[in-house]
């Protein structure tokens, strides 16, 4: 089946850096999504990528499409404590249904 | 609120007993999932259902497991005879026509003791 692989798996960072993660899938997808998670909370949606090649930035956050469809990058920039919890990449296919990678856990230190 | 909600937001229960959730997409939203996310882990894909048709199944949805949406709205999950592997967050998404976005409600956490 398809499988995304995620990394890095944990990341600990000074308040101010800057974070990159990726994703990377042996499939195909047809949209990616970037989701963060909080403790017993479900995934807040960030970014929604719906064409390889496309770049698309939220306040701080900067995510892209890769131009073969397999895989996507999630850029934070002057990262701030709140910014702290797990950031999971999704693919979507005409199926329906999200393929999650295994998420990248920030820590962020004042 | 008009997010995604699940009910209950916890549930502790005993093995071999029978747990049903419930979950309440956001307005007009057609499809409905349900995932299943252990520690550590990724959501995993359960169920999909567009309007009251159930289209997919994954293969980790045992025959214990069954979940409805008899009239389009709001669906329920129900597990029969609980294990202790069931223990996990329960989570349910929508989107809306068209859309694939999907926008996730809080969970519902269970423990089997």
């Known amino acids: 089946g398809q499988q995304l692989n995620q990394s890095p798996q944990s990341m600990f960072i000074q308040e101010g850096e800057d974070v990159s993660m990726n994703c990377t899938s042996s499939s195909i997808f047809n949209t990616w999504l970037w989701y963060k998670q909080d403790p017993g909370e479900g995934p807040v949606l960030l970014i929604a990528?719906?064409?390889?090649?496309e770049l698309t930035s939220n306040g701080r956050l900067t995510a892209q499409f890769g131009i073969t469809r397999k895989d996507s990058f999630l850029n934070i920039s002057a990262s701030i404590p709140s910014d702290v919890g797990i950031y999971f990449c999704?693919?979507?296919?005409?199926?329906?249904?999200?393929?999650f990678g295994q998420g990248t856990i920030l820590t962020v230190h004042p | 609120d008009t997010g995604v909600s699940q009910n209950p937001r916890h549930k502790i229960t005993k093995r071999g007993q029978n747990v049903t959730f419930r979950c309440d997409p956001i307005s007009e939203h057609n499809r409905l999932y349900w995932y299943r996310q252990t520690l550590g882990q990724g959501p995993e894909f359960l169920t999909y259902?567009?309007?009251?048709?159930?289209?997919?199944k994954s293969r980790l949805l045992s025959d214990r497991f069954s979940a409805e949406r008899p009239k389009g709205s709001f669906s329920t999950l129900e597990i029969q005879r609980t294990e202790q592997g069931d223990s996990a967050m329960y989570l349910c998404?929508?989107?809306?026509?068209?859309?694939?976005?999907?926008?996730f409600g809080q969970g519902t956490r269970l423990t089997v003791v």
């Open positions: 259902f567009q309007n009251e048709a159930q289209l997919e």
């Open positions: 990528l719906y064409k390889a090649g």
């Open positions: 999704a693919g979507h296919t005409s199926y329906g249904k999200l393929t």
């Open positions: 998404a929508s989107s809306p026509p068209g859309g694939t976005e999907a926008f």
